[in-house]
């Protein structure tokens, strides 16, 4: 799907001129082999910023833009980003019981945009998502979470195994949601700290993360079709996770 022209910037000196400015750079895709005196500056100023290139054929560019776009598109984003590790401290030094929801890879606008707008809804503190191979945050996105993306934190981590490792350093217990799981969403403790996987659309969560996590848990499904959208599914679990905080409050 081709991103809409407001969502990005492309040429070398308007992506470096974005970045100065201060822009939220969401992802910044860099054609193969691409060389020059300019984009040697560019390579320093994004190590500088700490952004990670996604190196690419120039036809996934040319799906991007036809104009000239020099091998470089930059997709910028209205919502500003955080790190897990700064926030964290925070929410704990404030009293609160961290609720975080990690996404692994989920990579429809749509679906992230519903997840947010859920997850803003029942009080999750920060939602987590991996630099590479997230859905873009762009305006479909913010379109779709009905404006919750404004009101949400969300944090880019480079490896999302280290971040589940540090959250349970932290005393955050990282629930993976999976089919292969043996226990129900009813049947663990969401009242403490914790944080809530889901995974890519297709595949689920990467083996890797869903080996770190602490458990593993699944929906009851009595039907024929035996899997949700994942955004059904995470708002299921997410109410299952406030309603266990409700009670533990006496709210209801």
Do not use: W
């Not at 803003?120 to 305006?139: H, L, Q, T, Y």
């Not at 969300?154 to 999976?178: P, R």
């Not at 499904?221 to 059904?232: D, F, H, R, W, Y």
């Amino acid at each position: 799907m081709t991103e809409k022209k407001e969502d990005f910037v492309f040429g070398l000196r308007p992506v470096i001129e974005a970045i100065e400015a201060g822009k939220t750079i969401d992802k910044v895709f860099i054609q193969n082999g691409l060389q020059g005196s300019i984009y040697a500056d560019l390579k320093v100023l994004l190590a500088k910023n700490k952004l990670r290139p996604n190196y690419v054929p120039i036809e996934k560019l040319n799906r991007f833009t036809r104009k000239n776009h020099q091998g470089i598109v930059a997709f910028i984003s209205d919502i500003p980003f955080y790190k897990i590790e700064d926030l964290l401290p925070q929410l704990f030094e404030e009293g609160k019981t961290p609720f975080l929801l990690m996404l692994d890879r989920l990579t429809d606008v749509r679906n992230f945009g519903a997840i947010c707008r859920t997850a803003e809804c029942v009080g999750i503190d920060a939602v987590i998502i991996p630099e590479k191979g997230a859905a873009p945050i762009n305006s479909d996105a913010i379109k779709t979470s009905a404006g919750a993306l404004y009101n949400i934190k969300i944090c880019k981590e480079k490896n999302l195994a280290h971040t589940v490792d540090f959250l349970q350093q932290s005393g955050v217990q990282v629930f993976a949601s999976t089919e292969k799981a043996d226990k129900l969403i009813y049947d663990v403790d969401f009242t403490e700290p914790c944080a809530i996987v889901m995974g890519n659309e297709e595949t689920g969560i990467s083996k890797e993360v869903r080996h770190h996590a602490d458990e593993k848990i699944k929906l009851p499904i009595e039907g024929k079709t035996q899997s949700l959208n994942v955004s059904v599914a995470c708002g299921a679990i997410m109410y299952e996770a406030m309603r266990q905080k409700l009670n533990k409050n006496n709210i209801v």
